[in-house]
């Protein structure tokens, strides 16, 4: 969907114009790859906004940075600031944020060590990622996920997603609307974006770090609200199969929040409605981002902006 703009951008400890928040053609990253990024949802409640999960999202970075070796001269603490302050500078919510950190102008070559550190983060009005409420109908790509020991998938690499890209394209090109990558093994990963939990005889299924899954701050959510609600959780290494047998399934993500799976293959999973474990799931993480329930694990940093209209779930 068009990015909306937005007045300020913050870089590297001040806030800037949108329109100058440009690099250089030869910048590291445009030609290797060298990002790591977040992806983090403002809601709107009543009469307030609050940024999901800012901590651990920011934990997150700093940690992707650091398996990259990229020096980031800021903390957690730092960094949750500036969202918050571009994001009130902005007045925009519910709105998406993106803090990204990169290798900047300076050397090419593949060695990154000598190229600046650049570190941006914007925010923008943004919907629902899947339309509609009637679920997803989504195929296994034949494009695997990343190997073991090649790139490292806990961290959210922006070259991690040239493979997501290649999933995303083919399942739309094929007239899905998301595609589910395996592992090289030939288990169950995740999507292109988003985190992948199944139900069956009513128990809950996600597929472990170890099968090449990005550690999702949803994922992470959803198996806690899961646990709160006396639901059987399972990490374990899943088959294909699972995919056309189970109940209920639905993904996890920023972007996707909670989306249940309609279709996968053009086989209806259960019935083709959200079942009742994915609704319940679903029901606990909207009521809590929007408000209606107490934020009882304290997940909501609050911003001083004053609302729009909340997107519809």
């Keep these: 969907m068009p990015i909306q703009t937005t007045t300020n951008i913050w870089h590297n400890g001040s806030l800037i114009p949108w329109d100058k928040a440009q690099i ?3 910048s590291h990253v445009v030609h ?31 940690d992707s940075a650091k398996i990259y070796r990229m020096p980031l001269p800021y903390t957690v603490e730092q960094l949750s600031t500036a969202v918050i302050d571009v994001v009130e500078a902005n007045g925009v919510a519910p709105c998406y944020i993106r803090p990204i950190a990169f290798r900047g102008y300076g050397e090419l070559g593949v060695n990154p060590l000598k190229s600046p550190v650049e570190v941006y983060i914007a925010n923008y009005p943004w919907g629902k990622y899947v339309p ?43 007239g899905y609307s998301e595609g589910i990558g395996l592992d090289t093994n030939g288990y169950l990963s995740e999507g292109s974006g988003e985190n992948l939990f199944l139900v069956r ?16 701050i949803t994922r992470s959510s959803v198996l806690t609200l899961a ?27 920023t972007a996707a929040e909670v989306t249940h799976l309609r279709s996968v293959d053009r086989i209806m999973v ?37 609302v729009g209209e909340p997107v519809g779930v």
């Design 24 to 26: 250089h053609v030869m």
């Design 32 to 62: 290797y790859g060298s990002s790591v990024f977040e992806g983090i949802r403002c809601y709107a409640q009543p009469n307030a906004a609050s940024i999901f999960r800012l901590p651990e999202h920011m934990a997150r970075l700093v």
């Design 132 to 174: 509609g409420t009637s679920g997803a109908d989504v195929c296994v790509s034949s494009w695997s996920r990343l190997a073991p020991n090649t790139m490292p998938t806990l961290a959210k690499a922006g070259a991690n997603y040239m493979n997501s890209q290649l999933i995303r394209m083919e399942a739309e090109i094929n």
């Design 201 to 216: 005889g009513g128990v809950l299924y996600t597929t472990p770090l170890a099968n090449s899954v990005l550690n999702g």
């Design 227 to 253: 646990k709160q609600l006396g639901i059987e959780v399972v990490e374990q290494a899943l088959p294909r199969e699972m995919l056309y047998i189970c109940d209920e399934a639905f993904f996890t993500g």
């Design 270 to 306: 259960g019935d083709g409605t959200m079942g009742p474990i994915t609704k319940a799931l679903h029901d606990e993480f909207f009521g809590i981002v929007h408000g209606t329930l107490p934020d009882r694990h304290n997940w909501l940093t609050p911003v001083n902006v004053k």
